[in-house]
């Protein structure tokens, strides 16, 4: 049987919350705002302001400026976790299955529920009259076979609407939708896509996945899928999840170093010796954090949420690098390197369709027995011979973390 994936949104659901516990704000335009007075940002605006172009981020006094009848209520966190986990408690009547995915989303897996409620229509219609009659607020529900096409159709039909996305209808649909429309591809992925001529679903899917591999790593190849509309990624339950924020080493140098390969051949050491670890807790992350420290102490850490859950050390170093890349000043003599992966959840095994993957997991597998038979590192990457790179590793100022 085909998987069948609900993602729901709530529909403006700060500004909905505020107007169901202040009736005297329903039927108004509310601008649910953070920050410090009208310095702050637009967090979410109820449907009777957005015609005036209240958007999500922009600055409040432009907001006012755009609405300037609008109701300004400040953002009441508590208040909001209160009704979400309220609502996210509902989902769990219908299915085990629920990732919850920020404080107004959600992610069910109803493949197995069918039999008990006879169609995944009749779900949909329940789940959406229980969160109106217990909290007076709506929902956006989108249905497809993978996360990824259930993510999509809930934004055709708001607010309060439901649609649903198959495969069949992906090449209708792939040459209208902008690849920025896709979950994970943010402003700046938009932008270095653009430069390959990639702006729809349909030119990703067209991409030479060796090329896309080539320029951005493992998350080129779930990019790849993306385009044809694949997500075999699962939806994962809240006992998924590890108590552990994160996983990571560092390493302070004795002498600062510039020489970029060494600084590779570090990041590598480092990135192995992360996705070791996960590996022995058959844990996988899906964040990738680099931290640098400068001679005079400056610290900069930048991270990357990636599209697939990782434990395998280079596609750790692969993601490293790029990040690396981004912020590091050439010359500039560095102090510490540090790696580490979030995100994480266990007992996870989530294939990229790709023939590879059998066989790299076959491999990483052997490569651990051997290592923990004979010591750390006796199988390593070629890219970490030499005596240089182990005079750095072996002669830190302070022990690795």
Known sequence: MKRIVLHIDMNAFFAS??????????????????????????????????????????PLREALKLCPHAILVPVDPSKYEFVSKKIMNIFFKYTPLVEVFSVDEAYLDVTGSLRLFSSVDNIITKIKEDIKREFGVTCSVGMGPNKLLAKLASSLDK?????????????????????????????????????????????LAECDVEILADRYGIIGRKLHLMGLGKDPSPVLPYFHYEDAKSMGHSITFGEDISDLMKIKRILLWLSERVGRRLRKVKMRGKKVTIGIRYSDFTTISKGRSILQYINDGYQIYKCGLEIMRSFLEPERDVRLVAVSVSRLVKGIYEPDLFEDFE????????????????GEFTVKRALLLGKHIRKIIFNPLRPVK
Do not use: W
């Open 17 to 58: 919350v505020e107007q169901q516990a202040n009736p005297t704000l329903k039927g108004k335009p509310v601008i649910v705002g953070t920050g410090i007075g009208l310095r702050g940002v637009v967090s979410t605006s109820s449907y009777e302001a957005r015609p005036y172009g209240v958007k999500s981020g922009i």
């Open 159 to 203: 607010p309060d609407g439901f649609a649903r996305i198959m495969e069949e209808d992906v090449p209708h649909l792939s040459a209208k939708l902008e690849v920025s429309e896709l979950c994970g591809i943010g402003p700046g992925l938009t932008k270095s896509l653009g430069k390959f001529n990639i702006t729809t679903m349909k030119d």
């Open 359 to 374: 066989k790299r997991e076959r491999l990483l597998s052997a490569v651990d027995k051997i290592n923990d038979r004979f």
